[in-house]
């Protein structure tokens, strides 16, 4: 199984970005996709989660209303994020598993190489 997570970059306080992972070399029909991030000095921590065939969602509680996890028909899942804010500098991961998903970051079995969010004052 491969991930490959994009769509990070520079933004400002209050702007919004998507950041996709697509993923491949498998069947995923059973899987949960899930996205992590983990800011310099800090552990890698949960962000949210979905079921392969697109509900339910899970959300860190402070995430919640601000960030969407979602995924379209084809190998490939999203994560919408606005308002963002300072404190939401990080690298971002996307990961899957088979089993169901779990808040445990090293419950996880496979993850993409992360993509970089910073969010300027």
């Known amino acids: 199984v491969q991930l490959q997570a994009s769509g990070g970059g520079l933004v400002q306080v209050g702007g919004s970005l998507r950041l996709s992972c697509v993923v491949s070399g498998g069947t995923f029909s059973n899987y949960a996709m899930g996205w992590f991030r983990q800011a310099p000095g800090r552990e890698r921590a949960f962000v949210a989660a979905v079921r392969w065939r697109g509900s339910p969602t899970y959300y860190a509680d402070s995430l919640r209303g601000r960030f969407r996890i979602s995924r379209d028909s084809a190998n490939t899942f999203y994560l919408q994020m606005n308002s963002l804010q300072p404190e939401d500098t990080a690298t971002y991961y996307c990961?899957?598993?088979?089993?169901?998903?779990?808040?445990?970051?090293?419950?996880?079995?496979?993850w993409g190489q992360g993509t970089q969010v910073t969010v300027s004052s």
């Open positions: 990961a899957a598993d088979p089993r169901d998903y779990s808040r445990i970051t090293r419950e996880w079995n496979f």
